[in-house]
C-alpha cells in the first residue's frame, strides 16, 4: 500500500511468510524476512515512517534487495 513518507512509496506485508516488503520513493525495494506481524502494523501507523524503518526495521532483520 502506499504510504505517506518523504523516503518510502511502498509497504506490503506476507503475514504467511513473514516478510515486509519496502520501496523507497528512489524506486530501490527490498524485503525483509521475519518481520513480527506487530512490527509491521506499528510501521504502517508510525507518523515517521522513515524514522520508524531506521530504528526498528533496517538492521534488524535479515533482507535482500529486490529487481536488478
Excluded: C, W
Excluded at 509497504?11 to 523507497?24: C, H, M
Excluded at 512490527?39 to 524503518?53: M, P
Aim: hydrophobic share 35%.
Amino acid at each position: 500500500m502506499q504510504v505517506e513518507s518523504e523516503a518510502i512509496r511502498d509497504i506490503r506485508y506476507d503475514e504467511a511468510r513473514a516478510k515486509l516488503f519496502v520501496t523507497f520513493h528512489d524506486g530501490d525495494a527490498y524485503v525483509y524476512v521475519g518481520v513480527p506481524g506487530e512490527v509491521h502494523r506499528s510501521f504502517v501507523d508510525a507518523d515517521s515512517k522513515g524514522r520508524f524503518f531506521a530504528f526498528e526495521i533496517r538492521d534488524q532483520y535479515p533482507y535482500n534487495k529486490l529487481g536488478g
